[in-house]
Nanobody, 128 residues
Framework: QLRLVESGGGLVQPGGSLRLSCAAS????????IGWFRQAPGKEREGVSY????????NYADSVKGRFTISRDNAKKTVYLQMNSLKSEDTAVYYC?????????????????????WGRGTQVTVSS
């Protein structure tokens, strides 16, 4: 059974850092694009960052460019989201999601409806 589990969330002060992890089980991570999404209270879910199955393509929302870095270790079946210079507006539940890649890394989906498998999320709170 395909499963994604997020971890690494917590409470951090503005300007601080967190590293989120998305651990995969039940499938071969190498075959999947991974996206990180977030949803704040009262707001719609938004895409944060994406990485292709082979790690060669990445994409970031404008709001996190230069502050967040996505990476993956397929051998460890884990995708990471390093978040630096955190702001109060980064407060949200963060989800990772997987999309089966049939393009060999050539196409990186950027819409949440393109991702079929989702974790349950981890809470990130940025507050002083």
């Amino acid at each position: 059974q395909l499963r994604l589990v997020e971890s690494g969330g917590g409470l951090v002060q503005p300007g601080g850092s967190l590293r989120l992890s998305c651990a995969a089980s039940g499938f071969t991570l190498d075959d999947y694009n991974i996206g990180w999404f977030r949803q704040a209270p009262g707001k719609e879910r938004e895409g944060v960052s994406y990485i292709s199955s082979n790690g060669r393509r990445t994409n970031y929302a404008d709001s996190v460019k230069g502050r967040f870095t996505i990476s993956r270790d397929n051998a460890k079946k884990t995708v990471y989201l390093q978040m630096n210079s955190l702001k109060s507006e980064d407060t949200a539940v963060y989800y990772c999601a997987a999309d089966r890649d049939y393009s060999g890394g050539a196409f990186l989906p950027l819409r949440d409806y393109e991702y079929a498998y989702w974790g349950r999320g981890t809470q990130v709170t940025v507050s002083s």
